[in-house]
């Protein structure tokens, strides 16, 4: 995984420490070390996770956070601190953060995190997209028309709501649990195929006629969606 971060700490040790550890990784790390640069910055460029420590000069963390939720900037904020209660990290998240970590800390743990916050992150640019697509197939999710190359497939209202879920979570294993508590709102296993039922019709409706199946089956694991 690689993408941008921006790291603002004004600890050069710490700074220099976690901006080598990011770099190796893959990363481009741009660095501030006051929290008025580090708002200038967040606000004028694009990153993917900012990683923001709490005790700043010029702007303390909480502040720029304020800010920049104000300004409507939504990139994920992990904060670091070196107070550590559970006020602080309420005080943290209240403010706006996405996640928060305590001093001192190891890298991996930091990395880990940030990988989460980024993972989410794109997860959630992909729920609102309107228009999804996996190969030939497209789904629109205004219009609720869904396609594939030419052919337009029309859907029962469940059908579609499956189809979607599937699209948003194309390439990966779907579990009958995943689908259940997603797709039929059931928190349990009611001990009936109707998944899939609503699998196989999906799989003739999308499939059949075609050259490159869309639909797999995880033997003992659940179901993916892929044009692979």
């Known amino acids: 995984m690689s993408g941008r971060i921006l790291l603002v700490e004004d600890d050069p040790k710490i700074s220099d420490y976690v901006a080598q550890g990011f770099s190796e990784q893959g990363f481009a790390v ?12 967040a606000t004028d460029s694009q990153f993917d996770v900012i990683v923001l420590d709490k005790m700043l000069p010029a702007m303390d963390g909480l502040a720029v ?3 920049l939720r104000a300004a409507e900037v939504a990139t994920p904020v992990l904060m ?8 602080d990290r309420i005080a943290g998240l209240n403010a706006g ?3 928060y970590l305590g001093k001192p800390f190891s890298f991996a743990e930091l990395l880990a995190r940030v990988q989460a916050l980024m993972r989410r992150g794109a997860h959630q640019q992909k729920v609102q ?3 999804l697509r996996c190969g030939d197939l497209e789904l629109d999710r205004l219009t609720r028309q869904v396609k594939r190359g030419t052919r337009k497939i029309a859907l029962q209202p469940r059908e579609f709501r499956l189809l979607e879920y599937l699209m948003l979570h194309q390439g990966e294993v779907v579990t009958r649990t995943m689908l259940l508590e997603s797709v039929w709102d059931y ?5 009936t195929n109707v998944i899939d039922v609503h699998i196989s019709r999906l799989r003739r409706k999308i ?20 044009a692979d």
């Open 97 to 99: 953060a996405d996640d």
């Open 129 to 131: 997209e309107t228009a």
């Open 187 to 191: 928190h349990f296993d009611p001990g």
């Open 30 to 41: 741009d660095r501030a070390d006051n929290g008025r640069d580090g708002l200038f910055l």
């Open 65 to 67: 956070l304020r800010a």
């Open 207 to 226: 499939d059949d006629g075609e050259e490159v199946g869309l639909f797999h089956t995880v033997r003992g694991a659940g179901y993916r969606l892929a």
């Open 80 to 87: 670091l601190s070196a107070q550590g209660s559970t006020d």
